[in-house]
């Protein structure tokens, strides 16, 4: 070979070299980000999806599997715990994955807003939080917090899983949740899907962002029944999210039995079942009744009167609903017993 064609086949290798390097540095990362369950409680059992981020952006809204398990312009998922009793008790608020804290506030009360004037909490509607940057264009917020318990400051690294504080009920909130919601490139996204849920041109990144275990967790339910309790004195929805009318033995003299349920996301048409069976496993209360009008929450309850007739013993109540379109369904079930 000569000198020439040495020189000439260098300069081939060396400008595919930096051909292929540049190729390399221009090409789009995908990123790799994993979202963990940004709680320490039990889906299903200690906790719930109470709603999903609404994906529609007209006046109307819908969640990510075309449902109406959200509400308009709601831009996180909102983990809701059973009542303020297990919230006194403490559930841990974990980061979803590593970072580092943007920023958090603490010092807001945990109070139901519907016995605050909305304004004092305006601007700081997501309450007490905190705010984690993850790097790969990723940010995680935690709102609604219990007071004094954020346990991370501006500045801090964490990793998956830390705890940065407790589920509350400061800001906009009539519950004890958290509200949870992601960024991507300073873009509110929805974590189930990878789709942005504001207006934006960057490319959705069309995945979902929890880790498998968790999004396997998180197995959507079209209907769905928060929670369902007994008691002998007239329910109603503000206390139950105090904790109160939890399942307890009924006495034969307080004349009533008042089984309640809490639903979530119900549809004009959606069937509502209460079923009452005896010590001796005969249904003595079977009540159906169909849904006139949608809503996100709604309370409802039985009442039975003639107690004084009933055997003493265990008994159980079981609330039902289901979505005939949707041949969809889910129960919960409460043993109790009425005593002497
Ligand atoms: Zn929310």
Not at 108 to 128: F, P
Not at 253 to 280: C, E, H, M
Not at 308 to 334: C, D, F, H, M, W
Request: glycine residues 8%; aromatic residues 10%; contains cysteine.
């Amino acid at each position: 070979m000569t000198d020439i064609k040495k020189s000439l086949s260098i300069l081939f290798f060396l400008c595919l070299a930096v051909f292929l390097c540049a190729g390399q540095t221009t090409k789009v990362k995908i990123p790799t980000v994993r979202l963990g369950f940004p709680l320490k409680c039990t889906i299903g059992k200690d906790c719930w999806i109470l709603a999903y981020p609404d994906v529609d952006n007209s006046k109307k809204w819908k969640d990510y599997k075309g449902g109406t398990r959200t509400y308009n312009t709601h831009k996180g998922t909102d983990f809701v715990i059973k009542n303020q009793k297990r919230m006194n008790y403490r559930v841990p608020v974990v980061a979803a994955a590593h970072g580092r804290v943007l920023g958090t506030r603490d010092g807001l009360k945990d109070i139901n807003v519907k016995k605050i004037d909305k304004k004092s909490i305006e601007k700081r509607e997501c309450g007490n939080r905190v705010a984690i940057l993850h790097g790969q264009g990723f940010l995680t917020d935690y709102c609604h917090m219990l007071k004094g318990s954020v346990k991370v400051k501006k500045g801090d690294y964490v990793k998956a899983g830390d705890l940065l504080g407790y589920v509350g009920m400061s800001g906009l909130t009539e519950t004890p949740h958290m509200h949870f919601s992601v960024q991507y490139k300073n873009k509110k996204i929805d974590p189930f899907t990878g789709k942005f849920i504001e207006k934006t041109k960057i490319p959705a990144l069309n995945r979902s962002l929890w880790k498998p275990e968790v999004e396997l967790k998180l197995k959507y339910r079209p209907v769905f029944i928060y929670n369902i309790g007994v008691t002998a004195v007239k329910p109603n929805d503000v206390e139950m999210q105090e904790g109160n009318f939890e399942q307890q033995d009924i006495k034969k003299n307080s004349g009533y039995i008042y089984i309640w349920a809490d639903t979530l996301s119900i549809k004009k048409g959606d069937v509502l079942k209460f079923v009452l069976t005896d010590p001796l496993g005969r249904v003595i209360i079977n009540k159906k009744s169909v849904i006139d009008k949608p809503n996100v929450r709604r309370f409802f309850y039985l009442t039975h009167k003639n107690i004084r007739k009933l055997e003493l013993g265990q008994y159980n109540a079981k609330v039902l609903i289901y979505r005939p379109a949707k041949q969809a369904s889910y129960q919960k079930t409460v043993d109790f017993y009425v005593i002497d």
